[in-house]
């Protein structure tokens, strides 16, 4: 797409837009202007093509498709055939899968596909064993009942939130943690790294029937083959949660031992974060699994979203072109000197540096909470998000770390001088920015004191660094 298209795409869709709903307009245009002077480090956003993005603002949100390719219950769904077939397809061909499963509409709900895909297929009750039937849709309420009793005693085995997993791999508030009595695997508190002897024990001692591997917050990489060799010892079904790495899987820069869809019975991704296309999910998985997981919709999720799948085609179609292995490397090569950066200037780093897209702070180290650090590199122009460390005395709440990453900034075009830069301005903020007090003179974890016109400098310093690298050059919307 020529850059005069993409310019008349935009502002002709915005034109539209505020004929009806001018605030609405004015939001999208001021969002594009803050990202485009924000340096974006939270690890888990990207910039979307102009394409993909386009790809969602279309006829296909009008369209139910509840079903799969060829097999709906409405009628009229031969277009969404098309994408739907066209992004399962690309999906295989980029990850090596036996199959992919692209209607789960977040993160969140293809975990949840995988979940009840795993366990339809594998708990053995009395119930499905007397109806002599293994797909989910065909048991009778009284099969139900007595299979919810079962279900309820089955165990999940994966990474401690603190020292990096997720929220669906198990814990309480979400509802993983109430499907499932989780217990959940940490790493070595003297080098922040999975201790896998560790996890082969725990595996032993609890027998876990699912046992899941990926991250939100690990800043290495993991070795999928030890884990799925585990996961045998014990009987149990080895899931991958690749969602924040799957641009480096798509991209080569993750293989062997480290690539988990030719190790995992089943993995789970986003479509948007390193791979870098819209918001959304996805599932891959061996073809045992392939029925069960087919059936996410109505099992787990309401009506698939066409315009998303459409989009979904587009960016992993984006993502099987040469050019992306050279990103993803990017990415890591980005990574990595952004953690020198921060170490030369006397950081600490969870693991002391990365393998990956994303790098760790504990900013304890600078006497302030993941919280206050936080929102004072927000005040200087400089987007990150607060996270736990490993057993991390301020709780997920306020924690002690900041988790920075670099997927976006190299869609950008930024390199190595320009992430020595970055780490200068972050080092920068965090040293002049103190905790504050309550009002009865208590420690704040929340209130901190940093100079306005150093953040406004900050700022200026983020948005000069930027200008270089000008992010959708091709659209204009004045």
């Not at 670099?406 to 390199?415: E, F, K, N």
Request: charged share 20%; hydrophobic share 40%; proline share 5%.
């Amino acid at each position: 797409m020529s850059r005069n298209a993409e310019s008349t795409a935009f502002r002709s869709a915005l034109e539209v837009i505020r004929a009806v709903e001018p605030r609405v307009a004015d939001a999208i245009g001021a969002e594009l202007t803050d990202q485009r002077e924000s340096l974006k480090l939270i690890a888990s956003e990207n910039y979307a093509s102009p394409a993909t993005l386009l790809a969602m603002g279309n006829w296909f949100s009008d369209k139910y498709a509840e079903g799969t390719v060829g097999r709906r219950f409405y009628a009229g769904c031969q277009n969404v055939d098309t994408v739907e077939a066209l992004a399962a397809e690309h999906a295989r061909e980029l990850f090596g899968a036996a199959h992919a499963y692209v209607q789960p509409h977040s993160g969140i709900d293809a975990n949840l596909v995988a979940f009840w895909a795993v366990l339809a297929d594998r708990v053995e009750s009395p119930a499905l064993k007397k109806a002599q039937v293994r797909q989910v849709n065909d048991l009778t309420e009284a099969d139900w009942f007595a299979l919810r009793r079962e279900l309820g005693n089955q165990r999940m085995l994966g990474m401690s939130l603190d020292a990096g997993g997720h929220l669906t791999h198990g814990f309480r508030p979400n509802i993983s943690g109430k499907m499932f009595d989780q217990r959940s695997y940490g790493t070595d508190p003297a080098t922040g790294l999975i201790d896998y002897d560790w996890v082969a024990e725990a595996a032993r001692e609890f027998k876990p029937l699912i046992l899941v591997g990926g991250y939100s917050a690990y800043p290495r990489k993991v070795n999928f083959r030890i884990l799925r060799e585990i996961a045998d010892s014990v009987g149990a079904t080895f899931m991958v949660d690749m969602a924040h790495f799957a641009g480096l899987v798509a991209g080569k820069v993750f293989t062997g031992d480290f690539d988990p869809v030719p190790h995992a019975h089943i993995v789970t991704t986003t479509t948007h974060k390193s791979l870098r296309g819209p918001r959304g999910g996805m599932v891959l998985c061996q073809p045992e699994l392939a029925d069960q997981v087919d059936r996410g919709c109505p099992m787990v999720l309401g009506g698939p979203l066409p315009h998303v799948m459409a989009a979904k085609a587009v960016a992993l179609a984006e993502a099987r072109r040469p050019d992306f292995a050279d990103y993803a490397q990017r990415i890591v090569d980005n990574s990595q000197a952004l953690a020198e950066g921060l170490l030369s200037r006397g950081a600490t780093l969870v693991t002391g540096g990365t393998d990956n897209h994303l790098v760790l702070i504990d900013v304890s180290g600078y006497g302030l909470t993941g919280r206050q650090a936080e929102q004072a590199l927000l005040d200087s122009g400089i987007v990150t998000n607060r996270n736990s460390v490993p057993q991390d005395p301020n709780g997920a709440w306020y924690t002690s770390g900041i988790r920075i990453g670099t997927p976006a900034l190299t869609t950008r075009g930024l390199g190595a001088a320009e992430m020595d830069q970055t780490a200068e301005l972050i080092h920068t903020v965090l040293t002049q920015t103190t905790a504050g007090a309550n009002a009865d003179g208590t420690p704040s974890k929340a209130k901190y004191t940093l100079d306005p016109g150093l953040a406004d400098k900050v700022a200026r310093q983020a948005t000069d660094l930027l200008a270089t690298y000008p992010l959708y050059p091709g659209i204009d919307l004045a």
